[in-house]
């Protein structure tokens, strides 16, 4: 980890923000938490539910070439032998014997406890898997382990999936799922903890492509961020050394964003080689090659994986996300998500709390609800319910207010550019489902006079 950046914004406020708006909250907070687990609140959930949803649309739904999967996160404890975690999947870990505090050697600069300057213990190879017992006996032979990365859960499912998809190479699979790593060194949010999740891509290529693929799957990821949100300059990427690469890899590049504490991994892209089929193969006794039907071979394909983490990819949209400006004469805090990755979509607010309003702006809100998450407000005044929209993200308002009884049309309210404009309620579903795909033109409906744009 580099030096904390200048101009970004301060982790603390975004902390306090995700705590107070109900984005995350410290894991069993009422027990005093839990060191580096976090738990997602009504808001954090959707937002978490939005990100996941589009990388699944992007890799899965609208291509031809991958396949989904959902493997346990309990595996055959071999699994572990094979992919080299328990012998390799290991850091450096020193202890200070002033204050007891451990370290990983490898990021420490200098020689002392980076917390009292104490003297450290020697460097001991630590493993980062949870080890639990499977069945009733705690012994040797019903260990088990938490799966550190989805990947594997890919691998020994290869002829499963070669078999009853009749993908033909090249092709991939990716899973969605948690994983489980016992950090020594936690902290940043949630950047590295101890429970998270991943989005992870197994791509097997013949391996005279796999430079190719290689290329194409850095481009591909790179341009979902950007396409999310992500402003290119907040992002990088970052070539591994040979001293780094995972004992897996060949080549691995990482998209680095420049998150509040400095450019850090937001995403790794590996190229594995054939080194896990052969592996999984050799421990498992079972072909994991290819029978190519063209060139009537047997092959075993090279894997180029893009792995992301969800929950750093939380922290980074909601990072660029964020932003402070004057609105009105006051300070506002926003949340500029793009409208995919919007936690509450449209909110509706009805000017007062008079019966008759009430009673359309619940009609507006059953109708709407139907196709997006929305939020009804009707407590206090409506400067104060778009800020608390402002702040959440939202990128549209419905407002309904007296004029509203007589002419049937409502208010929308933009996020970004404050504009507003008046919608005749019939076509207010067809407007909003339009500007959430990121029209810019309102189409304008039958009688086309009613329609008006002002600026707040
Ligand atoms: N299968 C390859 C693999 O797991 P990795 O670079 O160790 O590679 C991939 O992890 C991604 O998972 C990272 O880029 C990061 O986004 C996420 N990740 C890894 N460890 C994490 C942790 N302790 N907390 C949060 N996210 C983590």
Known sequence: MTEPAPGRVDMAKLVSLCQRRGFIFPSSEIYGGLSSCWDYGPLGVELKQNIKQAWWRAVVRERDDMVGLDASILMHPRTWEASGHLKGFADPLVECKSCHLRWRSDELKGNGCPSCGGELTEPHLFNLMFKTFIGPIE?????????????????????????????????????????????????????????????????????????????????????????????????????????????????????????????????????????????????????????????????????????????????????????????????????????????IKVAVLPLSRRENLVSLAKEVYADLRRNWMVNYDDAQSIGRRYRRQDEIGTPFCVTIDFQSLEDKQVTIRERDSLNQIRVPISELKATLQAKLEGEDLFVLPPGGQIWKEEKT
Not at 147 to 160: K, L
Not at 165 to 191: C, D, H, V, W, Y
Not at 317 to 337: I, K, N, S
Request: charged share 30%; aromatic share 14%; proline share 4%.
């Open 139 to 343: 012994e040797q032979a019903s260990v088990v382990y938490l799966r550190p990365e989805t990947a594997q859960g890919m691998f020994v499912n290869f002829e499963n999936v070669v078999n009853t998809s009749r993908k033909r190479l090249p092709f991939g699979m990716a899973q969605i799922g948690k994983a489980f790593r016992n950090e020594i060194t936690t902290g940043n949010f949630i950047f590295r903890c101890r429970e998270f999740e991943q989005m992870e891509i197994e791509f097997f290529v013949r391996p005279e492509t796999d430079k190719r693929w290689f290329d194409y799957w850095i481009e591909e990821r790179t341009n979902w961020y950007v396409k999310l949100g992500i402003k290119k300059e907040n992002l990088r990427l970052r070539q591994h050394s040979q001293e780094e690469l995972a004992h897996y890899a060949k080549e691995c590049y990482d998209i680095d964003y420049l998150f509040p504490m400095g450019w850090a991994e937001l995403e790794g892209i590996a190229n594995r080689g054939d080194f896990d089929l052969v592996q999984h193969s050799s421990f498992s006794g079972k072909s994991l090659s290819y029978y190519d039907e063209e060139t009537k071979e047997h092959i075993t394909p090279y894997i180029i994986e893009p792995s992301a983490g969800v929950d750093r990819s939380f922290l980074a949209f909601l990072c660029d996300a964020y932003g402070e400006d004057v609105v009105e004469g006051g300070p506002r805090v926003v949340l500029h998500f793009h409208p995919d990755l919007a936690p």
